[in-house]
């Protein structure tokens, strides 16, 4: 397993992280506990988890991703781990949590209580990487910051990122950094796939002039591009299935973004160049991800053991000229097919 710094600060990570977000839902507790462990067997030393999860979110379910990675914790040595988590903000309407007042910001009073929460939860005196989940363009960056800061100060939190984050908001929190010597965000989480390449334009020239390290999530385009959904199959447990068939307006929404003609073609000739080179297309997403220069780590997710092993694949995968010519032909052709007139925006 690779590893690479994560932005500025002194956190070095495996160029794969263990994503969180099924557990306790669509993954119980023993099968949580398998997946983690074979994370570390096979290298990986990162985890990323928020203080919303599991996924779909809800409020009886609220934190009980952070509980189970804690309990998991306990039997190992805290400073082997590299442990993320994130804070709600307003969530873009999509969820607020059942504490706070059931309204959330990035402001110095909710930042502090939801760490506080987190540290909780995880049964740890640290976080090593502490990120804003949803953006709050309407907070005064000063603020928000600033209770990150205060956070690193106590020794409770190591390092900051963002989440879901735009250039401009990435690039306003840097210059409010600098302006007013506070902590700066030396990571961002985003949705960056091969049908989602958006990251690759303005994103990834802020991240290499910045110094700020991109953690892609969704690598496999919210399972799309497994191809269990080709051919307008919605098999049973998959999220956007779910999503499609008794979820709100705006899961329903969302899901139909990944889910259009575009996305399965796209995955049906990305399926294709992966047979000719001997992997899974999971493995040949999860590969692609992790060579752009940008990004530190990509964060992979699993229900169950197999669709681990899976993405574990692509660790020592390295893909060649004319595999990424190829795919880069596919883009070309198919440019951005999450969006309905192939402009790279969502």
């Given at each position: ?186 990571s961002v989480q985003n949705n960056f796939s091969l049908i989602n390449r958006r990251c690759e334009s303005e994103l990834a020239q802020v991240c290499r002039m910045e110094g700020v ?134």
């Amino acid at each position: 397993m690779n590893r690479k710094r994560l932005g500025r600060s002194g956190l070095v990570v495996t160029d794969i992280c263990m994503g969180t977000m099924t557990f306790g839902l669509q993954a119980d507790e023993k099968t949580s506990f398998a997946i983690m462990d074979r994370a570390v067997e096979a290298g990986i030393d990162f985890f990323d988890a928020a203080e919303m999860y599991p996924v779909p979110p809800s409020a009886e379910l609220f934190g009980v991703t952070e509980q189970i990675v804690g309990k998991w914790m306990k039997g190992r040595t805290r400073g082997e781990l590299i442990i993320a988590t994130k804070v709600t903000g307003p969530g873009h309407g999509w969820f607020r949590p059942p504490i706070r007042g059931g309204f959330t910001a990035l402001d110095r009073h909710q930042i502090i209580r939801a760490c506080e929460d987190s540290l909780k939860r995880l049964q740890t005196d640290y976080i090593d990487l502490y990120q804003t989940h949803w953006p709050d363009h309407g907070m005064r960056q000063e603020e928000t910051l600033g209770a990150l800061t205060e956070l690193i100060q106590q020794g409770k939190v190591r390092a900051i990122g963002c989440s879901n984050e735009t250039s401009w908001g990435l690039m306003k929190n840097l210059w409010a950094s600098e302006n007013h010597s506070l902590a700066r965000f030396d990571s961002v989480q985003n949705n960056f796939s091969l049908i989602n390449r958006r990251c690759e334009s303005e994103l990834a020239q802020v991240c290499r002039m910045e110094g700020v390290s991109l953690l892609p999530y969704s690598p496999l385009g919210g399972g799309v591009l497994t191809g269990k959904y080709n051919q307008g199959a919605l098999p049973d447990g998959a999220r956007f299935s779910h999503y499609m068939k008794h979820g709100e307006p705006r899961q329903k929404k969302m899901a139909a973004r990944f889910l259009n003609d575009r996305t399965i073609e796209t995955t049906v000739r990305l399926q294709e160049i992966a047979k000719d080179i001997g992997v899974t297309v999971t493995a040949l997403a999860v590969a692609w991800s992790k060579q752009h220069d940008f990004v530190a780590s990509t964060i992979i997710g699993a229900t169950n053991l197999v669709q681990l092993e899976e993405s574990l694949a692509a660790a020592d995968l390295v893909l060649s000229a004319e595999t990424l010519r190829k795919i880069n032909e596919i883009d070309e052709e198919i440019p951005c097919p999450m969006t309905e007139d192939g402009l790279r925006r969502l």
